[in-house]
């Protein structure tokens, strides 16, 4: 799995804190995923709604899997860039 495009989130009436794309295999891409940070200091990964419903679901393992690697790429120090 390679997570990509991970945006930070800037809505102020969500608790999303980035939306990303991940690369399940070469044939196999999702794309508009988000990134949740919970009141409780929890992770969580959720699938885009389509119609008021989740575009796919995820196992729970998948799921766990993909919070972690999205987290890493969110919690990533971005270097500095000097001007």
């Known amino acids: 799995m390679q997570i990509s495009s991970l945006k930070p989130e800037y809505w102020a009436g969500s608790d999303a804190v980035a939306r990303f794309n991940v690369s399940v295999s070469p044939d196999v891409h999702l794309c508009g995923l988000k990134l949740y940070k919970r009141a409780d200091g929890s992770w969580r990964v959720r699938a885009p709604r389509v119609g008021g419903n989740a575009a796919f679901h995820l196992a729970p393992r998948?799921?766990?899997?993909?919070?972690e690697a999205a987290k890493a790429v969110y919690e990533r120090p971005v270097p500095h860039v000097q001007r």
Do not use: F, K, R, Y
């Open 62 to 67: 998948v799921c766990a899997e993909l919070t």
